[in-house]
């Protein structure tokens, strides 16, 4: 994340993690199951996985983001990018 002039500042994006539940809901035939651990986003990272999946099948969930800020953080907006993406 991003904060421009005047004061630029970085939050780094090993400072943010994204979570989901466990069980997230679903149809259809398949096995799918969240992390237990949130992730840190500084990588691509699978937080929810399907399995043994036959057939059209949806998995829906609501997921958390987290940012832990840095000490020496600056007051400000900081704008940033979070991609998701569904394979």
């Known amino acids: 994340f991003e904060k421009p002039s005047p004061d630029p500042a970085t939050i780094p994006a090993s400072a943010v ?3 989901a ?3 997230p809901a679903r149809t259809g035939i398949s096995t799918v199951a969240g992390v237990l651990v949130p992730q840190t986003i500084d990588s ?7 399995t043994a999946v ?3 099948n949806t998995a829906t969930w ?4 987290e940012v832990e800020l840095p000490s020496e953080v600056v007051a400000g907006t900081y704008t940033g990018t979070v991609t998701h993406s569904v394979a």
């Open 44 to 50: 691509t990272t699978a937080v929810v996985v399907a």
């Open 54 to 56: 036959i057939g059209a």
């Open 17 to 19: 993690t994204y979570s």
């Open 62 to 65: 609501t997921g958390t983001v």
């Open 21 to 23: 539940p466990l069980l």
